[in-house]
């Protein structure tokens, strides 16, 4: 057995210099996080050798003997972590991601064609809610089954309840999903269930931003109010990357319909490492260090959010209820792109991200920040003030150098940063 580094140095040299990248930057992408070693030593194990199709008990393989006591242990934690009544709620711990996990919900809730509304992608919906675009079906959840996807109140940025009830009232869907990936607000889940209900639809809560917070109670629980609910694992549940979905077993035979949509409908054998990973994570999830995790990630939230609106920022909605913000910069007549293009340059991390009313979604408006990972590298509030104003620096550079190459293109502004004297300074500080 040769070590990684003997075998294939390339590769060796390529993880250490992205660990320290993660490490000596300031990571502010909404979706990431730092996961632990227990976790990542579990998600490295012999574990990945092993086939396992099917469920704990009925394999298509021999020799899973340790294999079911991991998936087992894993759907029991999943089950405690979320405080759920193992009588009422099961749980599937296989899917592979995120995506996989709701293409195998709407293949367990919906037959080919039957229409779906979630929310759209540029008011921060994912692209598995049933992204399409006017000139083009998207994603596998507009291709395959009828999408009207509802929207974010372009001026307040919350979402618009009430034309979600009146489209609905015309639509007629089998299925409301609500979740998001840039939305920085709770969701009405009883607005919600009220408006499937008229229409017999199910309820599905995407929470995979928001799962740490909600296992935790920071956040509201969609657990009370929804059909099946599906998150990621590698956010803020800080877990390896997977996927995992939730269902009630004593409706409309949803046990079965959600198991069978894992394997064999969209998926093969389970990796077997990355579930004994989560439930790695979920034993952490359980304990009172990450209850005050979570707490601090919000109230890092919020003072990365206050910060910002002293400088006289736009926030969208005005502010945060979770891990993320979401930082209009229409009204200083900047894109996403080039705050972005900065950041990096910087060796701050975050994201360029469309915000309500944006019509260019190539170019969008906004970017999105959020904390789960500094927090995980024990940042506080006063650390994120601290943050706060090194992006407003960021934001003053790009408006300069925006000044300076006289022109709207990406590439001018590019030329244009060269030899800012502002942007070595900063990089040095951060
Ligand atoms: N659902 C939501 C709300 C997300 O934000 C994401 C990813 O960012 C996903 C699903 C998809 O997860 P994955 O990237 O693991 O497929």
């Known amino acids: 057995n040769i070590p990684l580094q003997e075998e294939d140095k390339e590769i060796y040299d390529l993880i250490q210099k992205e660990k320290y990248r ?13 996961t632990s070693l227990a976790v990542m030593e579990a998600n490295g194990s012999p574990l ?45 711990v296989q899917p592979y991601s995120g995506s996989t996990a709701n293409f195998c919900a709407l293949t367990a809730l919906l037959r080919p064609h039957d229409r779906l509304m979630g929310l759209d992608l540029p008011s921060g919906g994912h692209l598995t809610h049933g992204w399409q675009t006017s000139k083009k079906k998207i994603s596998t959840s507009s291709i395959y089954f009828e999408s009207m996807p509802y929207q974010a109140d372009p001026v307040t940025g919350f979402i618009d309840y009430d034309k979600l009830e009146e489209n609905a009232n015309l639509f007629r869907p089998k299925l409301i999903i609500c979740g998001a990936s840039a939305y920085s607000r709770e969701f009405d889940y009883v607005r919600l269930r009220k408006i499937a209900d008229q229409h017999g639809a199910y309820l599905l809560a995407d929470i995979a931003h928001i799962s740490g917070l909600v296992a935790t109670r920071e956040m ?51 990796h077997n490492n990355t579930i004994a990973a989560i439930a790695v994570a979920l034993k952490q999830v359980a304990t009172p260090e990450f209850q005050q995790y979570a707490k601090q990630v919000c109230a890092n939230a919020k003072a990365l959010g206050d910060a910002l609106l002293s400088y006289g920022y736009k926030l969208v909605t005005g502010g945060t209820d979770n891990h993320l913000i979401l930082w209009d ?76 190459s006289g022109s709207k293109m990406m590439k ?12 070595s300074a900063l990089k040095k500080e951060v």
């Open 22 to 34: 993660q490490f000596s930057g300031l990571e502010l992408i909404a979706s990431e996080n730092f």
């Open 220 to 270: 509201n629980n969609p657990f009370e109010l929804c059909d099946v609910v599906t998150t990621t694992t590698h956010k803020t549940l800080r877990g390896p990357r997977a996927g995992l979905i939730f269902f009630r077993k004593k409706k409309d035979e949803l046990e079965n319909r959600v198991n069978s949509a894992v394997f064999p409908s969209n998926q093969g054998g389970p």
């Open 329 to 404: 910069l229409k009204p200083i007549k900047l894109t996403g792109s080039k705050v972005e293009k900065i950041c990096d340059m910087v060796n701050i991390t975050l994201n360029k991200n469309s915000v309500p009313g944006d019509v260019n979604m190539v170019s969008p408006g906004g970017v999105r920040v959020g904390t789960p990972a500094l927090t995980s590298r024990s940042f506080k509030e006063q650390d994120f003030v601290k943050v706060a104003e090194y992006l407003h620096r960021v934001v003053q550079i790009a408006i300069k150098v925006q000044e300076k």
């Open 412 to 423: 001018d502004f590019v030329v244009a940063c060269q030899d800012v004297e502002e942007i």
């Open 48 to 92: 990945t050798n092993k086939y396992s199709e099917g469920l704990p008990g009925a394999r298509y393989y021999g020799g899973n003997e340790y294999i079911d006591q991991v998936e087992n242990l894993c759907r029991k934690r999943a089950l405690q972590a979320f405080q759920l009544n193992p009588e009422e709620w099961g749980v599937n």
